[in-house]
Nanobody, 127 residues
């Protein structure tokens, strides 16, 4: 499984960005997806996750109400999107998409639950 993240960039506070993560490979279907971020000097933290079965989404408290995670309705594209609105300077980080099969609900927020990772895309929010 390969993950390719894109869509990062620089935006002013209050602006929006949409990150994409294209999933490919032999086992690329039926994957639970997650986004994590890592700011300079800080540990990687959970941002959002989407369960393949049922499409349930999970968000960290810091992004809830501002970020939306969705899956492309065209199953052939196998892409997930992280729409980020009302961005704040504290959202500045490298954002990583991640995936794995059948993650239990209690473990979605843990980076160790994901076996597959994209290369990261930098989001910079200026004040």
């Amino acid at each position: 499984v390969q993950l390719q993240a894109s869509g990062g960039g620089e935006v002013q506070a209050g602006g929006s960005l949409r990150l994409s993560c294209v999933v490919s490979g032999r086992a690329s279907s039926r994957l639970d997806m997650g986004w994590f971020r890592q700011a300079p000097g800080k540990e990687r933290e959970f941002v959002a996750a989407l369960r393949w079965s049922g499409g349930t989404t999970f968000y960290s408290d810091s992004v809830k109400g501002r970020f939306t995670l969705s899956r492309d309705r065209d199953s052939a594209k196998n892409t997930v999107y992280l729409q980020m609105n009302s961005l704040k300077p504290e959202d500045t980080a490298v954002y990583y998409c991640a995936a794995n099969q059948r993650i239990i609900i209690s473990a979605y927020r843990q980076a160790s639950s994901y076996n597959y990772w994209g290369q990261g895309t930098l989001v910079t929010v200026s004040s």
